[in-house]
């Protein structure tokens, strides 16, 4: 089982922000990160808890292991705004939080 | 260059059974180290696992729908097929495959989902 908070964020563009993904047991580095806009597929930006994705800005950051995982935006920007998810591939069933909405102050 | 595509009705019945065919390109399903996962997204809800197949034609389920999804592949066309049996209108729904890549480090591997189709909107309804 995988915890996200907060459940929803209000932002500015420029701001730092951290979402928390906490899990029911210890899952290793077993995590990834993704980001999904209204109306379009999850895009995936960090896997292995703390590598980014190729191709994703250097302005997503993700770091944990064990048991609390946390996704770090530097500086947001307006694309940025979006809903985030955590996913663990440690143990069958996958599971996934329920999702960290992520928008403009 | 990688992609997925899922197709399949968009309404069906309740107590209908669901086949979503999930067409790729890209990669191979007989790759070592390649497998296809479905996740489905209820309206305005949170993303939740199904099912997940391997190269090597490994099968994993969610536990609560394991009696109702079958996942299957055929490798030559490059497809994966997700069957849900009973449909109930709780399982209307963003139908989504993604490609799985397997990582391997000195002491482990691991899996992450690199590439996911548009997704397919299955509505259940009478």
């Known amino acids: 089982q995988l915890t996200q908070s907060p459940s929803s964020l209000s932002a500015s563009v420029g701001d730092r922000v951290t979402i928390t993904c906490r899990a029911s047991q210890d899952i290793s580095s077993y995590l990834a990160w993704y980001q999904q806009k209204p109306g379009k597929a999850p895009k995936l930006l960090i896997h292995?808890?703390?590598t980014l994705q190729s191709g994703v800005s250097s302005r997503f950051s993700g770091s944990g292991s064990g048991t609390e995982f946390t996704l770090t935006i530097s500086s947001l920007q307006p694309e940025d705004f979006a809903t985030y998810y955590c996913l663990q591939v440690h143990t069958f069933p996958y599971t996934f939080g329920q999702g960290t909405q992520l928008d403009l102050k | 260059q990688v992609t997925l595509r899922e197709s399949g009705p968009a309404l069906v019945r309740p107590t209908q059974t669901l086949t979503l065919t999930c067409t790729f390109s890209g990669f191979s399903l007989s790759t070592r180290g390649m497998c296809v996962s479905w996740i489905r997204q209820p309206p305005g809800k949170a993303l939740e696992w199904l099912a997940r197949?391997?190269?090597?034609?490994?099968?994993y389920y969610s536990t609560s729908l394991k009696t109702r999804l079958t996942i299957s592949k055929d490798t030559s066309k490059n497809q994966v097929v997700l069957t849900t049996t009973n449909m109930d209108p709780v399982d209307t729904a963003r139908y989504y495959c993604a490609r799985g890549r397997r990582y391997c480090r000195t002491d482990d591997c691991y899996w992450s989902f690199d590439h996911w189709g548009q997704g397919a909107l299955v509505t259940v309804s009478s």
């Open positions: 197949i391997d190269w090597d034609d490994d099968k």
């Open positions: 292995d808890a703390s």
